[in-house]
């Protein structure tokens, strides 16, 4: 166990739906990372919060959102869903900025039919 | 621009036998430089990170990787590999700045008995 939690672990919808992935950071972390993973693109960063505040941003489609929460959890909502969003969603955490190294949770698999 | 290039795909090795994977990156600034191993179902775990100082660093699991500036390669070794490293390796470069942290493909690692 990383100390990172991301729930759901497994999730199948369809099509034009809206889902949201949860992910409750290592304790003492105040950043919170997300990242994509699919066997075409890899590992793709997505978007970074630090205590709450949108720090930095990736390859993040429009249709994708997050937030971080005041107990640092933070919530990747997808809408709009397609095909091609079917992927591993990885949620990340660290002290402070990317330079400490990340803790990884064990992911989120999304799969749109 | 920001990369990372992992130029193999998978490599298989004797259990017993040495190991090295290769990482190539290139950055603008002093990179902050890590390995992270990812085994099946599972989310990335970091093994090591180099900043500055000594060029072989020691991380965990009994592997090292060794900064070449002169050759923007971060290589990692481990010098008898064992069934039960087999997995997924994944070099990353990341900075201070706000910099995002970027993975490479990724090395899959095949042992053999």
């Known amino acids: 166990d990383s100390g990172v939690t991301q729930t759901p672990k497994h999730l199948i919808t369809a099509t034009g739906q809206r889902v949201t992935l949860r992910c409750s950071p290592r304790s003492g972390d105040l950043s919170v990372y997300w990242y994509q993973q699919s066997l075409d693109q890899g590992l793709q960063f997505l978007i970074q919060?630090?205590?709450?505040?949108?720090?930095a941003k990736g390859n993040i489609l429009e249709r994708f959102s997050a937030q971080q929460f005041p107990d640092l959890h933070s919530e990747l909502n997808l809408s709009s869903l397609e095909l091609g969003d079917s992927a591993l969603y990885f949620c990340?955490?660290?002290?402070?900025?990317?330079?400490?190294?990340?803790?990884f949770g064990s992911g989120t698999r999304l799969t749109v039919v | 621009a920001q990369s990372v290039t992992q130029p193999d795909i998978h490599i298989t090795v004797s259990e017993g036998a040495s190991l090295e994977l290769r990482c190539n990156y290139s950055y603008g600034a002093t990179p902050y430089l890590f390995w992270y191993v990812q085994s099946p179902g599972q989310g990335l775990q970091l093994l090591l990170k180099y900043f500055s100082g000594d060029t072989l660093v020691q991380g965990i699991k009994g592997f090292e990787a060794e900064f070449k500036r002169s050759q923007s390669s971060f290589n990692l070794r481990k010098p008898s590999v064992h069934w039960s490293d087999a997995a997924e390796y994944f070099c990353?470069?990341?900075?201070?700045?706000?910099?995002?942290?970027?993975f490479g493909a990724g090395t899959r690692l095949f042992v053999k008995a």
């Open positions: 919060y630090y205590n709450g505040e949108e720090r």
């Open positions: 990353a470069v990341g900075g201070a700045g706000g910099f995002k942290t970027i």
């Open positions: 990340a955490s660290s002290v402070g900025g990317q330079t400490d190294g990340y803790t």
